[in-house]
């Protein structure tokens, strides 16, 4: 009756879908929530954890994705209704921009409790990604985001902050390769000039 996600180079702990299933029954067949989750480098250590969010969730989502894959669970219903992306281009912000859309029609109920572990490693795709990867990525949120009617006329004036958040999240990501410097200015102007506080 549910779907729930696994990446390759994450683990979920032996209690992951008992939480779910409890979750299930005591939200009353929920459209979409997500568990807890910790995030360890290779070796093992604990870098962050997720686990209470405070305020509203949709509201938090609106300004960048904090949400584990491993930790989300659509109602299949919903999962069929809103499959991925499938273009192969858009590797980048898929799983946030797939949220996003979701969270705009359904409430998120989130679970403390955490179930599941994302690593830290230098071959995670968004680490991999060359300069044009993420360029083409930043563009492809922002298309895939605002073609969703319901978004959009709902976000609407969203669209130059959402802009400027994936030209910061581009900037960081290639601030990482040492030799992009002059592309991370150039992006990070950008994002400024879009939506000025997110400097």
Known sequence: D???????????????????EKAILNFNNPEIFHLGYDYKNENGKIRQTVSTVS?????RLLKGTFLSCNGVFLRKDIALQFPFIEDVDFMVMEDWALWLRIGCRYPITHV????????EHNKRS??????????????????YLYSDEVFSNKFIKYKRRFRAITYTYAALHLSFHKKYHFYVLLLLTK???????TL
């Open 55 to 59: 305020g509203d969730i949709y509201s």
């Open 126 to 143: 968004v680490l991999v990604a060359d300069k044009n990867t993420l360029l083409l990525n930043c563009h492809l949120f922002i298309k």
């Open 112 to 119: 403390p409790e955490i179930t599941s572990t994302a690593y």
């Open 2 to 20: 549910y779907i729930g996600f696994l990446d390759s180079d994450d683990t979920l702990y032996s209690h992951h879908l008992a939480v779910a």
């Open 191 to 197: 994002a400024i000039l879009n939506y000025p506080s």
